[in-house]
């Protein structure tokens, strides 16, 4: 399967990236922001991807799609790294963000403060249920879903959160793209169809679980296997399941 790449969205010079870089850059950036924290200046190929929990030959070609190589002997300057990733990811300024479904989820996303430290903030809140609408959650009303189109264009927002129930979300999925938005994050347990242009992210914690759930009963089933089964040095099923080859 062919590896499908970003475009160019801001001009010529912008990177042509992998998706599969484009999903790691996130990771980069957290770790970087925590070395910057602790107070180191540069940082080995080696001590980022450490960090970041990738391998460091990976993130070294991940880097140089950005055109950026580590100084031999010295590593990558953290300051440096971090204000060109997030130049990337186009973090230069916060973007606007709203917020559709102010149950139990949602109110929770409504505080959460990390989006405010990570280049975002929750500009709006939306549910369609009145008996929300006008409760206040961290500084913000809860605004009608009807409110929706006016909103999105009063704050320019392009990137929408859903917390809705799966049986609403496609409808509000719907009212967004109608309104502007053009990038989705959906927490609802459903898969959304979206116009060509329109970008879905989707959390789906229930799944999330289920493939750890795999990974137990995987490792219970290895632990039950006989010791004669379980030869050292080859490459067991646990692994081939995995996807992971270890040495022989």
Not at 207 to 229: G, M
Request: hydrophobic letters at 45%.
């Amino acid at each position: 399967m062919s590896q499908q790449r970003t475009g160019p969205t801001d001009g010529p010079d912008f990177p042509d990236l992998p998706e599969a870089t484009v999903a790691r850059l996130p990771e980069y950036l957290r770790a970087l922001h925590h070395l910057a924290e602790d107070g180191h200046d540069t940082v080995s190929s080696e001590g980022l991807a450490a960090a970041a929990g990738v391998n460091s030959a990976k993130l070294r070609k991940d880097l140089s799609h950005l055109g950026r190589t580590g100084t031999r002997g010295v590593g990558y300057d953290v300051t440096l790294l971090i204000d060109q990733i997030e130049q990337v990811l186009g973090l230069t300024h916060r973007r606007a963000v709203a917020l559709v479904g102010v149950g139990n989820l949602g109110h929770a996303l409504a505080g959460y403060a990390g989006f405010g430290t990570r280049g975002f903030r929750i500009a709006a809140l939306f549910d369609a249920d009145h008996g929300r609408v006008g409760e206040h959650i961290n500084g913000l009303v809860v605004r009608h879903i009807d409110d929706l189109p006016e909103v999105v264009e009063q704050e320019s927002i392009s990137i929408a959160v859903i917390a809705t129930p799966a049986h609403a979300a496609q409808h509000v999925a719907d009212r967004l793209v109608a309104a502007g938005v053009t990038s989705v994050l959906n927490f609802a347990p459903c898969v959304l169809n979206v116009p060509d242009g329109v970008d879905v992210r989707k959390v789906d914690l229930a799944i999330e679980l289920q493939i750890l759930s795999f990974h137990e009963h995987r490792k219970s089933a290895l632990t039950a296997l006989p010791a004669a089964v379980q030869k050292p040095g080859r490459v067991g099923m646990a692994n081939r399941l995995g996807g992971e080859a270890v040495a022989t």
